[in-house]
Every structure is written in C-alpha cells, then in structure tokens.
C-alpha cells in the first residue's frame, strides 16, 4: 500500500507537471519556456547535491528511533537546510561559469531570493516524504503531491497574467517554486508533528546522530547523484544543462518535456524499490520474496506503457505543440525502452540498501553517470538531441548487465553491520 500512495503522490505530481507544462508551452516562448526548464534543472542540481542521502537513512532508522525521533529528523533538516543555502549562494556568485544562460538571473534581487529559498525547500521535500514513508503514513505522501500539482497549475497561469517584463520571462520557475515550497512548509509545520506526535520542529544538530546516518547514506548519496531516473539525482539534472550547453534555449524546451516524461514512467519502479526498503526495514527476512514481488509489478506495468509510447507517443507530444512531436517523439521511445533495465537497476539497489551493501550501489551510479555524459558528448555531434536518450538507455543496460543476479542470491547474508 505505501508502494500504491507513493506512486500516486509521484502520479499527482508528475501528472500535474504535464499539464503545467502543456500550459507553459502555450503561454511562453520556447525560448522562456527553456529558460524556465534550465532554472529547474539548477535548482534541483542544487538541491539534490545538498541532501547527503539523508531521505534514505531516514527510511533505515526512523523505524526504530523511537525516542530519538525527534532529533533525527532536526537534525537531518538543519544540516540540509545549511548545505543547500550554502551550495546556492556558491552557485549563484559564479552563475557565468556554470550556466551562462542563465546570467539574467543575477538582474533582479528577488529572483536571488527565490532561488535560494527554492533550493532550501527543493533539498528538504525528499526527507519529508521518507520521514512520512518510515511510519507507513504513504497517504501524507499523496496529500503533499497532490498539494504541489494543485498549486502549480494555479500558479502557472495566475503569474502569466500578472508579472510585470523583468520578471515573465521567470515566471515557469516561480510557479514551479511556489510548488515546491509551499507542501514542504505546511508539511514540516503540521503534518510531520500529527504523524510524530512527539515531534516539534527545531533548529537544532546533534553530530552523533547525524554521523549514525551519515554511515548509512553516504554511500546512497554517491550513486543518486550519479542516477536516479531522468529528471532526478544529479546527474538527471546535468545533463538538463549539458543539453543546454551544446544545443540551446529552444532544444532544452523540447527535450526536458520529453525528459519529464520518461521520469513519470520511472516513478513505478522507483516507488516500488523505496517501498521494498521500507518493508525490508521492517522485515528484512521477506527481502527477497518482495524483492520478486517488486520487478513482476514493475514489469506488468512497465510493458504496456512502453508499447503505447512507441504506438502513440507522436500522438501525445502534440498537446504541447506540434513542434514538441516533431522534435521529441523518437527521443521518447527510446527514453521509454530505458526504463525497463532502469526498473531492474533500482530494485535491485533496493536489495543491497536494505542490507546496507553500499560498495555495489556506489558502483552502479558511478558507471551509469560516467557512461551517459561521456555518450552524451560522444554521441551529440551526429544525434543531436537523441544523444541524450541513446546515453541514458546504454548507460541503463550496461549497468543491468553488470548487475545479473548478483543482487538476487540468496547467498549472501545480510550483515547489520555493514557499511562498506
């Protein structure tokens, strides 16, 4: 069931991004649309840099925190709240060298704001919705995607009609922030305090409890910065501004709908891999049964969409303009190929973070990152914007590959005490 609230918070959010989008596209310029789409793609860097895996570890000890409850999650909250708001304001004093398309934005002092505080909230949204994930509370998962989809699509089209010039050309990324933010703050507020009731928000750290889920997450943290699923972990959004590098404004727009989409399509697995190490947290000795129980779900699921993408995916992209089918239909069907050999990568990582195997699960994200950017450069000159979908899916199932059944034996016995 936390799998089901999950992917229907994922759902909720993603499905509200299309229609966002969809609305972004008819009311902005390719131009602003992809100023936008680079924006997002900053921030999100930003903020998943800043999170130090923190929302896994959450997942692994909140369970059985009991009375320290309280102080993991502050303290999970004030280390990342510092390190984004830190990592933002590097980011933007040498905005000209890491994206130069985006210099415009140093013009207007609220938009500095804006950023910073995006980012904050941005860093912050996965930890609250694992704190939400640890007590089996999946539904405040939903409540919170549900919140930022409402939110956006009110936002998108209220901003269109009222910022002034300097601001317009910002106003998919101010909507997109809005948000974001907004369920973050109502969520550290109220909700997490109803679900803990002993909790109470605070600015506070105590190092030895953050060093305890630091072990556990560091490792985490190296692989989702290397991947994830497209728009998300680091290396999702670098390639968002690597696009932007080499092929433009107007190319960014189209490709980062399409890149939005195939992160819709990995919602299932990722859902249902978060979900297996929840319950593996609970119960490690039905690991592997959920482990089978995972794929086969993500499989049944996974198949026909893909089909359909590859039957009706031109179709589709003409809600966002004709434009966006010309340029993105076939970039979709290969990004939609990826997230089958994506589905076993994740679960399968799902398999090792429970038994806390990091060394694998570092392996894996590294290779997949180092293979889509090289591919990416490699491939662009002659692909142009396939490049990116034709990295990604090679990365994907080279990495599966590499995998085979390693993960799956029942062989290897968990250890509690393993960390490297």
């Known amino acids: 069931m936390n799998a089901y609230y ?48 923190l929302p896994h570890a959450l997942v692994r000890f ?59 909230t941005a860093a912050l949204r996965p930890s609250v919705l694992n704190i939400f994930m640890a007590r089996r509370r999946g539904g405040y998962t939903l409540l919170v995607g549900s919140l930022d989809g409402i939110i956006k699509l009110g936002a998108i089209s209220v901003l269109a009609l009222l910022l002034g010039e300097h601001l317009r050309s910002f106003g998919v ?19 997490i305090p109803y679900v803990y009731n002993d909790y109470r928000p605070r600015i506070s750290l105590h190092p030895s409890s953050l060093n305890k889920m630091l072990r556990f997450s560091l490792a985490n943290y190296v692989s989702e910065l290397s991947w994830f699923s497209p728009a998300s972990g680091l290396i999702g959004w670098i390639i968002v501004l690597i696009v932007v590098n080499l092929l433009g404004l107007e190319d960014t727009a189209y490709f980062y709908v399409v890149w939005l989409i195939a992160a819709f399509l990995n919602v299932i ?56 089918s010309e340029h993105g239909t076939n970039l979709l069907r290969i990004l939609s190929l990826s997230s089958l050999p994506l589905a076993f990568n994740s679960i399968s990582l799902g398999i090792w973070r429970v038994q806390r195997k990091l060394k694998p699960v570092i392996i894996i994200g590294v290779t997949i990152a180092l293979l889509s950017i090289g591919l990416i450069f490699v491939l662009s000159p002659e ?22 059944r390693t993960a799956w034996r029942r062989d290897s016995v968990p250890n509690s005490n393993q960390y490297s």
């Open 173 to 191: 990324y101010i909507a997109w922030g809005i948000a974001i933010a907004t369920p973050v703050c109502l969520s550290i507020l109220f909700f």
């Open 269 to 324: 697995p990722v859902s249902i891999s978060t979900s297996l190490l929840v319950e593996g947290s609970h119960r490690e000795d039905t690991l592997y049964i959920n482990a089978r129980k995972s794929m086969l779900l993500a499989t049944a699921v996974l198949v026909p969409v893909v089909v359909l993408v590859f039957l009706l995916g031109d179709v589709f992209l003409l809600i966002f303009g004709k434009e966006y």
């Open 383 to 404: 692909l142009g914007i396939l490049s990116p979908g034709v990295a990604w899916l090679i990365a994907q199932f080279v990495a599966a590959v590499g995998i085979g």
């Open 62 to 120: 909140l369970p059985e925190a009991k009375a320290s409850t309280r102080t993991l999650i502050n303290s999970s909250f004030f280390a990342t709240t510092a390190i984004s708001a830190i990592a933002g304001v590097i980011f933007l004093a040498g905005l000209s060298f890491w994206t130069p398309g985006l210099a415009s934005l140093r013009d207007n002092f609220v938009l500095l704001i804006l950023f910073v505080i995006f980012a904050i």
């Open 6 to 53: 999950l992917i229907l918070a994922y759902a909720a959010t993603e499905g509200a991004g299309f229609v966002f989008w969809i609305i972004a596209a008819r009311l902005y310029s390719s131009t602003e649309t992809g100023l936008g789409a680079t924006a997002i793609s900053a921030t999100m860097l930003l903020a998943t840099f800043s999170t130090m895996g």
